[in-house]
């Protein structure tokens, strides 16, 4: 076990009450990105006191390898228009970069008001393109993870409450 469902709670309670000051008064759209996305921002949101709706973006990158293999799909867009609006894009985790890059320039081609993205992980060791990630939760070593919302290579595992790692 890498990082304990009771340590990832912690973490994102800090950063929902951040998060929630630097929001106050401001209604906001919050972009889980999928698919490994949705079980950090489900808890992240619920710990944000602020007007929000949800859009969903879904992309893939990954195919059953532990590696990026830098080629970025779109699988799921959004229905509301971001033109204007304060966006808060909720990642899984940031490894090579190149998922977030795709996906942030998407969002800034839609002209929101603002944009800023929030990651419960970050593997730097391994970054390839330089993205903005104005929160992260934890800062992780170069190790393929899984559970809390993050697939094994299998595609399993997405349901277990803590983060784990692969046995070398
Ligand atoms: P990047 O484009 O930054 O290289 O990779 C980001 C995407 O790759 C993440 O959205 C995630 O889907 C996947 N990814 C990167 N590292 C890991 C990992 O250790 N475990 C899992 N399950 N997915 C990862």
Do not use: W
Request: glycine share 10%; charged share 25%.
């Amino acid at each position: 076990m890498l990082i304990s469902s009771a340590h990832i709670q912690e973490g994102i309670r800090k950063l929902g009450a951040e998060l929630t000051e630097i929001y106050a008064g401001r209604r906001i759209v919050v972009i889980p990105l999928l698919r490994g996305g949705f079980m950090f921002a489900a808890d992240l949101i619920r710990n944000m006191d602020v007007d929000l709706q949800i859009e969903f973006l879904g992309a893939a990158s990954y195919g059953e390898q532990t590696r990026s293999s830098g080629e970025v799909r779109l699988t799921l867009d959004t229905t509301l228009p971001l033109s204007g609006r304060d966006v808060l894009l909720v990642e899984d985790i940031v490894d090579t970069g190149l998922t977030l890059a795709y996906i942030q320039k998407l969002i800034k081609s839609r002209n929101p008001a603002s944009l800023r993205t929030v990651v419960l992980l970050d593997k730097k060791a391994r970054r390839q393109v330089d993205v903005e990630v104005y929160g992260c939760v934890f800062s992780i070593p170069d190790r393929f993870v899984f559970g809390y919302g993050l697939d094994s290579p299998g595609g399993y595992g997405r349901n277990l409450p803590d983060i784990v790692t692969l046995k070398d």
